[in-house]
T-cell receptor, first 109, second 114 residues
Framework: TQLLEQSPQFLSIQEGENLTVYCNSSSVFSSLQWYRQEPGEGPVLLVTVVTGGEVKKLKRLTFQFGDARKDSSLHITAAQPGDTGLYLCAVSGNTPLVFGKGTRLSVIA | KAGVTQTPRYLIKTRGQQVTLSCSPISGHRSVSWYQQTPGQGLQFLFEYFSETQRNKGNFPGRFSGRQFSNSRSEMNVSTLELGDSALYLC?????????????FGPGTRLTVT
């Protein structure tokens, strides 16, 4: 079973700051998905990355997939209180989704 | 288009009882997956159903079971509840099974076992 390590586990920042969260594995990913989960809701898919070195942008969010396809990062520029939530990475492909334990982000106004 | 719905949203049960949770997927989706989410273990895969057949099963004891109906609605059952079964149970639906498919999650059922 592929294990995913997410760091940091918790992050509390002020509105307007930038941040980066990480997702790492000892094994190669087939493809990787990032989700955000808000309190009382299920996870919502943000992006899927499939190619080593791939960079995808979603407004203020930038997702990178490592060249070796064993790590990924999510960078948020000028964080806003609405970015608060649990950020989860998950390995997808031909097996059921395997999730990391997530980074819990709190953005304080 | 309506999203994934789960009922009930909250449930309190006593040790030893059994519970049935329900999930209605997005219209047209034939795959339903179930996950257990706890603070300590995170999101863990329980099982997946596609066209009424169990396609994959996670590493959970036999007390956890599920089924899918011809209209793609799914239920999961937990028998002989234990305190450690307290968790958020999420279901997710998708068009197909396998591959880098997008799964749509419901809001979950919060189960508390006392």
């Amino acid at each position: 079973t592929q294990l995913l390590e997410q760091s940091p586990q918790f992050l509390s920042i002020q509105e307007g700051e930038n941040l980066t969260v990480y997702c790492n594995s000892s094994s190669v990913f087939s493809s990787l998905q990032w989700y955000r989960q808000e309190p009382g809701e299920g996870p919502v898919l943000l992006v899927t990355v499939v190619t080593g070195g791939e960079v995808k942008k979603l407004k203020r969010l930038t997702f990178q997939f490592g060249d070796a396809r064993k790590d990924s990062s999510l960078h948020i520029t000028a964080a806003q209180p609405g970015d608060t939530g649990l950020y989860l990475c998950a390995v997808s492909g031909n097996t059921p989704l395997v999730f990391g334990k997530g980074t819990r982000l709190s953005v304080i106004a | 288009k309506a999203g994934v719905t789960q009922t009930p949203r909250y449930l309190i049960k006593t040790r030893g009882q059994q519970v049935t949770l329900s999930c209605s997927p997005i219209s047209g989706h034939r795959s339903v997956s179930w996950y257990q989410q706890t603070p300590g273990q995170g999101l863990q895969f329980l099982f997946e159903y596609f066209s009424e057949t169990q396609r994959n099963k996670g590493n959970f004891p036999g007390r956890f079971s599920g089924r899918q109906f011809s209209n793609s609605r799914s239920e999961m059952n937990v028998s002989t509840l234990e305190l450690g079964d307290s968790a958020l149970y999420l279901c997710a639906s998708s068009w197909v099974t396998g591959g880098s498919y997008e799964q749509y999650f419901g809001p979950g059922t919060r189960l508390t076992v006392t």
